[in-house]
């Protein structure tokens, strides 16, 4: 079988995953990075507000993944909001591009009544993957830990000096 008769036996979707692979290997390009950001930040809701900027959502995803692995973060927006109304601290990232809009509108309410500092992150796929689980997640508490204290610590002082929305 030549290359051509190969690539035609394949199926579309095997071809989009191996080309997501190659593309994922070799790290991807600054541009495209960027380009992917501004891509998610289009498809945020509107009440998306305060939106994290594309330095410190990666600095809260990598956050997430340090706290998944220690198991100090709280998925979902039940398990969420639950924790938040018995007393825990933290900072809460929300997936930004969750439909339909009343699924968690109550939610940053919910953190402004409690005193905690909350902010949208563009796609939850990202979300969910950072906090190592393959399914989306619309909500995540980030609890504070010994273990990823200082990269905690700056994600607290930058979620904290976002802009609050009116």
Same mark, same amino acid.
């Given at each position: 079988m030549d290359v051509q008769q190969s690539n035609m036996a394949k199926t579309p979707k095997k071809q989009k995953?191996?080309?997501k692979e190659e593309h994922e290997e070799s790290g991807g390009n600054k541009e495209d990075r960027e380009r992917a950001y501004e891509?998610?930040?289009t498809r945020v809701n509107?009440?998306?507000s305060p939106l994290a900027a594309r330095k410190l959502t990666k600095k809260l995803y990598k956050t997430v993944k340090k706290a998944?692995?220690?198991k100090n973060i709280r998925k979902g927006i039940r398990d969420v909001q639950k924790f938040i109304k018995? +007393? =825990?601290r933290g900072i809460v990232l929300i997936a930004g591009d969750t439909t339909p809009i009343e699924v968690y509108c109550h939610l940053p309410v919910v953190c402004?009544?409690?005193k905690i500092p909350y902010c949208y992150v563009p796609a939850k796929q990202d979300? +969910? =993957?950072?906090?190592?689980s393959k399914r989306p997640t619309c909500c995540v508490l980030l609890k504070p830990n010994e273990s990823y204290q200082t990269s905690y610590d700056e994600c607290l002082t930058d979620v904290s000096t976002l802009p609050r929305p009116i």
């Open positions: 995953t191996e080309e891509v998610l930040a509107p009440i998306a998944s692995k220690d018995k +007393g =825990e402004e009544d409690a979300l +969910g =993957e950072a906090a190592g």
